[in-house]
Nanobody, 126 residues
């Protein structure tokens, strides 16, 4: 199967920026749609952003629209989440996920994804 590993999490001040990376391995020649989710303590896992294989189809949760940008570099099997104007409400463990529908631009439920990373902690202080 596919292994995905998130990185780039950490502590940042409110209003600051952070860039998360998600590296995929194990199936170099396969195509996947990719998504980011997050989960704060005591809350359910929440959809953040989605990108199709081509990179042309992108979808964002309303809470991050205009602040976060998802992108991908298929040559590096890597997906990125650029997070700007961070606030304490963005504090959560962020998860990267992959599915087998490379052309789908929208997939907002966790059950839509087949492979998951271990998560990376993002903490925004104020």
């Amino acid at each position: 199967q596919v292994q995905v590993v998130e990185s780039g999490g950490g502590l940042v001040q409110a209003g600051g920026s952070l860039r998360l990376s998600c590296a995929a391995s194990g199936r170099t020649f396969s195509r996947y749609g990719m998504g980011w989710f997050r989960q704060a303590p005591g809350k359910e896992r929440e959809f953040v952003a989605r990108i199709s294989w081509s990179g042309l189809g992108r979808d964002y949760a309303e809470s991050v629209k205009g602040r976060f940008t998802i992108s991908r570099d298929n040559a590096k099997n890597t997906v990125y989440l650029q997070m700007n104007s961070l606030n304490p409400e963005d504090t959560a463990v962020y998860y990267c996920a992959a599915d087998r529908r490379p052309d789908s631009a929208v997939a907002r439920t966790p059950s839509s994804y087949n492979y998951w990373g271990q998560g990376t902690q993002v903490t925004v202080s104020s």
